[in-house]
């Protein structure tokens, strides 16, 4: 089954695949993805906006990203309440969750 984030979502959306809940079991123990984050070569500030803000810097920045699916995973475990995650506001974020665990 494939389903899709939020439609609020901007930009190319990232599918929920089973490859994408295979990697929700990575845990947050398994920080790996973050030696390849791309995030981290730019301004952090771009994704934690004030409220109001604008997102899509970051979420642009996300969507060229190779490890966007361990890090919406990481911030779905850890339910992350702020910043841009994964090219997810905290809002889409829930969103996605709720849609996760009416799947399980
Ligand atoms: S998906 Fe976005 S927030 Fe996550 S590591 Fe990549 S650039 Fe950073």
Redesign the pocket.
Known sequence: MTILPPAASTGRQLAVTAAFLEALNVGSSDAS??VD????QTDPEA?YPEKGGTTSQ?KS??RC?T??AG??AEALERDERFG????MSERERRRTATTLRAMR
């Open positions: 993805w973050r984050a791309l995030c981290a994704f970051a920045i996300c990203c490890v966007r890090c919406l841009i995650w994964g090219g």
